[in-house]
């Protein structure tokens, strides 16, 4: 495991004007990355997400707000692990979407379209995030109560020169509300809550894999894993506790790419994560636009193996979760 230090107060050194490049404990209170390129450029490269994911028993929900300066998009899905199937699905694209510079109060993230709307507010003064989402067959309605959750894992990344990311993920938050997902109510009292903040200046190209679990270890106790599968992104490879987040190495991931809603294996080099994961269902997108391309899986599941904490080696056993596949042109 390695000690995270905390946040410094702004992800480029005012001094020098370069990225703080590193991962942190904490969130930094605003992302300006204006210092490292133009502002013509800035509008061209610049993305910024904002994704929410919840779960109580054998609900999974996620949405998402992504903001690509000039246009954007969304998702949101509900999983129901007993039936293994997703009760809801809904994507679209839009020149409507926003998402701010910090996740602390005053935050917004926000996409409106005829066929999905979803909104992630933290008001000022607040620790609690209020996510909506409506689209045919779905109604989120949750608030996510980050007062008594760990601290955040930040990263600043350098994913190539003169291309930076600085990410924020946190994990155990409170949930409070309910989904309406294909004419069912589930209530989402009492269950558990991440989140992905994403803010960078994106390489044409960007491919990744990524893995977030949130559940409970084998004496109940809240745990959370976040792991992504390119270099630059071992900066955010994190396990979440009460206790706070705590550094591992690179994820690795085994899944058979014809195949993506087949088993997967996902660990870490350190082997401080060794999980494997049974596919669900799957939310996926491909989207061709001329100059902007994607293909996009994210697949719902259960993960089951051991994780090493800083106090010790736990077990999870079918703790809901997702994996991705990221392939865009953008």
Request: glycine fraction near 10%; proline fraction near 4%.
């Amino acid at each position: 495991m390695i000690e995270l230090p905390p946040a410094p107060d702004a992800v480029v050194d005012p001094a020098t004007g370069i990225a703080r490049v590193g991962s942190f404990q904490g969130s930094f209170a605003r992302v300006d990355l204006s210092r490292l390129s133009n502002p013509i450029a800035l509008r061209l490269i610049r993305k910024r997400w904002m994704y929410v994911a919840m779960t109580r028993g054998p609900i999974f929900v996620a949405a998402a707000v992504i903001d690509l300066g000039y246009s954007g998009a969304a998702f949101a899905f509900v999983y129901d692990a007993s039936a293994r199937r997703l009760l809801v699905d809904a994507s679209a694209v839009g020149l409507f979407a926003h998402v701010s510079d910090t996740v602390l109060g005053g935050s917004h993230a926000s996409f409106r379209s005829r066929a999905l709307s979803v909104d992630i507010t933290r008001p000022r003064g607040s620790d609690s995030y209020a996510v909506r989402a409506t689209a045919k067959g779905l109604d989120l309605d949750v608030s996510l109560d980050a007062a008594d959750a760990p601290a955040a894992l930040a990263a600043v990344m350098e994913l190539e020169p003169g291309r930076v990311s600085v990410t924020e993920k946190r994990a155990l938050l409170a949930v409070n509300g309910h989904v309406n997902a294909g004419g069912a109510d589930h209530a989402l009292d009492g269950g558990l809550a991440g989140y992905d903040y994403t803010h960078g200046l994106m390489p044409r190209r960007t491919r990744w894999n990524w893995a977030f679990l949130l559940g409970h270890d084998d004496t109940g106790e809240p745990i959370a894993i976040n792991l992504v599968g390119s270099d630059a992104g071992a900066l955010e490879c994190g396990v979440f506790t009460r206790q706070g987040p705590s550094r591992v190495s690179l994820g690795r991931f085994a899944f058979d790419e014809a195949n993506m809603v087949g088993p997967w294996s996902v660990s870490t080099g350190d082997d401080a994560v060794k999980l494997d994961f049974e596919s669900g269902a799957a939310h996926f997108e491909r989207r061709n636009l001329g100059l902007v391309r994607s293909r996009f899986a994210q697949i719902a599941g259960a993960f089951t193996g051991s994780i090493v904490t800083p106090s010790r080696t736990v077990h999870v056993a079918r703790a809901l979760g997702v994996v991705e596949e990221q392939d865009v042109v953008w």
